[in-house]
Nanobody
Framework: QVQLVESGGGLVQTGGSLRLSCAAS????????MSWFRQAPGKEREFVAAINRSGSNTYYSDSVKGRFTISRDKAKKTVDLQMNSLKPEDTAVYFCNTPVPIFDWGQGTQVTVSS
């Protein structure tokens, strides 16, 4: 059983940066393509970025392309999301999971970008 734990969120001003991290307890997710998702208040959860097992291929939604970078830290066994040039519309709870979610959702980590 994989339990996902997201961390690294916070409150930043427009243009600021944050680095999110996704870790797993129980098992690792090194054998899986992993994604980040986000859910803003009153909106559906949406895809943000994905990275394949080896880390050689990454994918981004148009809204974050060029500003966010997804990566894998093999030593820490985490999947990270570096978020730069943050905008108020990036405000959301951020979650990680497989692209077609197969694990139970974690609690997520809140990102708030003030204008």
């Amino acid at each position: 059983q994989v339990q996902l734990v997201e961390s690294g969120g916070g409150l930043v001003q427009t243009g600021g940066s944050l680095r999110l991290s996704c870790a797993a307890s129980g098992r690792t997710f090194t054998d899986y393509t992993m994604s980040w998702f986000r859910q803003a208040p009153g909106k559906e959860r949406e895809f943000v970025a994905a990275i394949n097992r080896s880390g050689s291929n990454t994918y981004y939604s148009d809204s974050v392309k060029g500003r966010f970078t997804i990566s894998r830290d093999k030593a820490k066994k985490t999947v990270d999301l570096q978020m730069n040039s943050l905008k108020p519309e990036d405000t959301a709870v951020y979650f990680c999971n497989t692209p077609v979610p197969i694990f139970d959702w974690g609690q997520g980590t809140q990102v708030t970008v003030s204008s």
